[in-house]
């Protein structure tokens, strides 16, 4: 595995992203983030809060649809009452996320872990709404006694597992060479 991402590294050194990485370190705003002590860490609290807001919305969401907790509530109550944490998280994450990558441009953006991770987190949001139209129109026309099906309960546990693995692969940036 380490080969790939070396390789993956070594190749984005050849690419544009490199020449962009340095010309955003001459920007004010990446030496405001980078002079101010507080600055990488802020966003770096910023970036788990969303992170942990997004990810037990979704842990919480893929419970009741396996029938494992929030019997109490119907599969669209919980739909509705978790799914904006889910994208109002998701934002906050982009947001915090674009801090620290301004922050630290070379440290991510020739970084082939980064790479994995935002392809993970794209194809991660596309199942996600994908999913999110699928359980809400079939909880919709099978009232509040609807049961997830087992393809349905197997794709809420891939996003939870995928979320692991985002989250996995934003904590391997930090040691990943450049």
């Known amino acids: 595995m380490g080969d790939f991402f070396f390789g993956l590294t070594e190749w984005l050194r050849t690419t544009f992203l490199l020449d962009w990485a340095f010309w ?31 990810f ?5 969401l893929t419970l009741r649809i396996s029938n494992m907790a929030g ?14 944490w889910i994208w109002w998280g998701l934002l906050w994450i982009i947001a915090s996320g674009m801090l620290m ?31 999110q139209k699928s359980v809400r129109s079939a909880a919709t026309v ?7 099906g087992g393809g349905t309960k197997m794709t ?14 934003g904590r391997w940036i930090a040691y990943a060479p450049v």
């Open 56 to 60: 037990a919305a979704t842990l919480m």
């Open 101 to 131: 990558l301004w922050a630290e441009p070379v440290r991510n953006m020739i970084n082939g872990v980064f790479w994995v991770k935002m392809i993970l987190l794209l194809v991660t949001v596309f199942i996600t709404l994908a999913f």
């Open 142 to 148: 099978g009232g509040a006694g609807w049961n997830a």
């Open 24 to 54: 955003i370190e001459t920007t004010g705003f990446n030496k405001v983030l980078v002079t101010n002590f507080w600055g990488v860490p802020i966003a770096q609290v910023l970036h788990i809060i969303g992170i942990g807001a997004a």
């Open 156 to 169: 809420a546990w891939l996003i939870v597992i995928l979320w692991c693995l985002i989250m996995a692969h």
């Open 71 to 84: 019997m109490s509530r119907s599969v669209p109550e919980v739909s509705a009452r978790y799914m904006p």
